[in-house]
T-cell receptor, first 118, second 108 residues
Framework: NAGVTQTPKFQVLKTGQSMTLQCAQD?????MSWYRQDPGMGLRLIHY???????DQGEVPNGYNVSRSTTEDFPLRLLSAAPSQTSVYFC?????????????????FGPGTRLTVL | DAKTTQPTSMDCAEGRAANLPCNHS???????VYWYRQIHSQGPQYIIH???NNETNEMASLIITEDRKSSTLILPHATLRDTAVYYC?????????FGDGTTLTVKP
């Protein structure tokens, strides 16, 4: 059971380039999400998905796209990279969405992707 | 969304109990309180969660006040490896909001 895996671990892009950050989980979790963490700050939600074929925006969605074609995978696409997108990106999954009303909302996080945009 | 308030930083001596407070005065009656921690540069790690009753697991204890407006995470015997940022989360509307958390530094 690998849990949540993310690739690549590190990436350097030039302004304007596009790329896809990969996230996969093998726990059959319905809920998956992407966060970004800027230096010295907390995590901010980018996009999330409550199941295959369903995605929605978090608090900082601009400049990012997501899709969820399978339960296991939840890739994050940067359309045209900007220096403001330099950050560490974390993917997370849980059995159920974090409604706050269930004890099965525990989120499991991947190791992160460290992205630098020059 | 229920908001949480935590101190920015705390220190604790190795071997002592670390008590990390969290205020969540707008929490609704059925919302759980979750605690996570993030050790330097790693992904956040689940610690414990609770609704009304105090909870204990192999990592920590969670004390929730009777009015549920605040809680305290207790690490009974802090070690240097417990140095991390600790997040108190009250989720709602399908989203978890991670604030800045409390940076706990365990000192020898």
């Amino acid at each position: 059971n690998a849990g949540v895996t993310q690739t690549p671990k590190f990436q350097v892009l030039k302004t304007g380039q596009s790329m896809t950050l990969q996230c996969a989980q093998d726990m059959n979790h319905e809920y998956m999400s992407w966060y970004r963490q800027d230096p010295g700050m907390g995590l901010r939600l980018i996009h999330y998905s409550v199941g295959a074929g369903i995605t929605d925006q978090g608090e900082v969605p601009n400049g990012y796209n997501v899709s969820r074609s399978t339960t296991e995978d939840f890739p994050l696409r940067l359309l045209s990279a900007a220096p403001s997108q330099t950050s560490v990106y974390f993917c997370a999954s849980s059995y159920s969405p974090p409604t706050g009303y269930l004890s099965t909302d525990t989120q499991y996080f991947g190791p992160g992707t460290r992205l630098t945009v020059l | 969304d229920a908001k949480t308030t935590q101190p920015t930083s705390m220190d604790c001596a190795e071997g002592r109990a670390a008590n990390l407070p969290c205020n969540h005065s707008t929490i609704s009656g059925n919302e759980y309180v979750y605690w996570y921690r993030q050790i330097h540069s790693q992904g956040p790690q689940y610690i414990i969660h609770g609704l009304k009753n105090n909870e204990t697991n192999e990592m920590a204890s969670l004390i929730i006040t009777e009015d549920r407006k605040s809680s305290t995470l207790i690490l009974p015997h802090a070690t240097l490896r417990d140095t991390a940022v600790y997040y108190c989360i009250v989720s709602s509307a399908g989203k978890s909001t991670f604030g800045d958390g409390t940076t706990l530094t365990v000192k020898p």
